[in-house]
């Protein structure tokens, strides 16, 4: 059953809990159209070109 009105313990964890999945949608985003992360998705294209099966990179890392 769900307490009606949250205590301070729940408002704390509720917020924390926000806080946590806006973090990660922001990092989501700024990976998104930073100049890194369209680096990053380019030269996985140009290696999945290359090797599709992704066999040969398993060991690299």
């Known amino acids: ?6 205590g301070p ?5 509720q917020l924390a ?3 946590a999945r806006m973090d990660e949608a922001r990092k989501l985003a ?3 159209h930073s100049r890194t992360g369209m680096l ?3 030269l996985r294209r ?3 070109g290359i090797d599709p ?3 040969g990179r398993e ?3």
Do not use: I
Request: charged content about 40%; cysteine-free; aromatic content about 14%.
């Open 1 to 6: 059953m769900m307490p009606m009105e949250p």
């Open 53 to 55: 099966t992704r066999a």
């Open 40 to 42: 990053t998705r380019f």
């Open 9 to 13: 313990e729940d408002f704390a964890r």
């Open 30 to 32: 700024y990976y998104a």
């Open 17 to 19: 809990e926000r806080r």
């Open 59 to 61: 060991r690299v890392r």
């Open 46 to 48: 140009l290696a999945d």
